[in-house]
């Protein structure tokens, strides 16, 4: 592939300085947004699904156009994956055949992981892989550990792995999860070497950008998100 991807640009050198303030806020005050119904039904068809399945669960958490959740569960097929996204264009495109025991979800995942934590779902593993980064100081809010749902992603639990092209992302989320739920993430570049997890991946590397991965073993901690 060639591709010519435009690195991060951003006026941040550091972690934002108002994280801790945001991440203790997520933890202390409760968020009242309403579960859109869609979501509802959405996460009612996956939890009939991961029934059946009756197999440790994977979630793929913006899993785009579903490669990754292809490729986990090849990976791990004693375990269903299921790949959530909000966009139903990128879910919609042709990757090939899902394998039985993944599943591809239209929802948006501030509701998801809040009707995943209230069912009890406790994933084995968990990848957040090349989230949308929200470069602009400004927005800190749309970065994961600065969202008000930070704390049901941290409470779910499990094998976490993100990835991104953004280090300060993957830094601040590291402090983030710190902070929430006192275990250190380890970070350290990413070498996909031809094993493109997904498309992101691949278009980054080729582009001749660095990749980075965090990785934390969880607690699920479902009294994390205030109530
Ligand atoms: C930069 S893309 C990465 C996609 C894929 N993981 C990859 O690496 O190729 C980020 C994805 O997150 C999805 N996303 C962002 N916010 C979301 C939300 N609130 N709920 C569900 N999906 C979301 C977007 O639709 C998009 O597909």
Known sequence: MHANSRAIVTQQTAPH???S????RALTHPWQKPLASHTRIAFGAARTWLHEQDKPLILD????????TRRLAARFPDHAVIGIDRSADRLSREHGELPDNALLVRADLVDFWRLALQEGWQPARHYLLYPNPYPKPAH???RWHGHPVFPALAGLGGELEARSNWRLYLEELALA???ATGREPYLEPCEPSGEYLTPFEHKYHASGQPLWRLTVTLAHRPALLPT
């Open 17 to 19: 300085e108002d994280l």
């Open 21 to 24: 303030r945001r991440v203790s």
């Open 61 to 68: 958490a913006g899993c785009g156009v579903g490669l990754s």
């Open 140 to 142: 800190l809010k749309m």
């Open 177 to 179: 999860l710190a902070q």
